[in-house]
């Protein structure tokens, strides 16, 4: 069912829930691990980069950290991921990246948010849906790394 799965991760508890859900569909399915992490390049990092040099390099050095991270975790449990370090806006450059890698599925973390903060912010998620032209799951199930370990070895058992 699912050939390339894409996993949108950045760090946060929503990242987490993207990686280990998608993680296990991945597993479940055979299939192919890309883990992408987007370094924002928004408005307000433009202008903290004209404030104050270096916040940009440090942002970036920072997602390229947690993604070293993510691919040992995932590694560590016999996934061999392709990892992506990708800059710009979130949502475009996930829908990008899917259509880059063939993804049959993405899957993103959610966050709840109040109706004027997604009228002011955009929706990731929304966007995503109008956008790329595979399935998406929004993870939102919180599992411990034990939760998802025990998991990992049932899908392993069949």
């Known amino acids: 069912?699912?050939?390339?799965v894409l996993l949108a991760y950045d760090g946060s508890l929503e990242g987490v829930r993207a990686l280990r859900e998608g993680a296990l569909l991945a597993r479940r399915?055979?299939?192919k691990i890309?883990?992408?992490?987007?370094?924002?390049q928004t408005g307000g990092v433009r202008m903290a980069e004209g404030v104050s040099a270096g916040v940009g390099a440090h942002q970036h050095d920072s997602y390229k950290?947690?993604?070293?991270?993510?691919?040992?975790?995932?590694q560590q449990r016999g996934f061999e991921p392709v990892a992506k370090l990708a800059v710009g806006e979130p949502a475009p450059m996930i829908?990008?990246?899917?259509?880059e890698v063939d993804a049959d599925l993405v899957v993103v973390g959610h966050q709840r948010?109040?109706?004027?903060?997604?009228?002011?912010?955009?929706?990731?998620?929304?966007?995503?849906?109008?956008?790329?032209?595979?399935?998406?799951?929004?993870?939102?199930r919180v599992m411990s790394e034990e939760a998802f370990?025990?998991?990992l070895k049932?899908?392993?058992?069949?």
């Open 95 to 99: 829908g990008m990246v899917a259509k």
């Open 65 to 74: 950290a947690l993604l070293k991270q993510a691919v040992a975790w995932l």
């Open 29 to 31: 399915y055979g299939a």
């Open 1 to 4: 069912m699912y050939k390339t």
């Open 149 to 151: 370990d025990e998991a």
């Open 34 to 40: 890309v883990l992408l992490s987007v370094v924002p």
């Open 154 to 158: 049932k899908i392993d058992a069949r």
């Open 113 to 140: 948010r109040s109706v004027l903060t997604r009228w002011w912010s955009g929706s990731t998620n929304a966007y995503l849906s109008d956008n790329i032209g595979c399935s998406m799951l929004m993870a939102s």
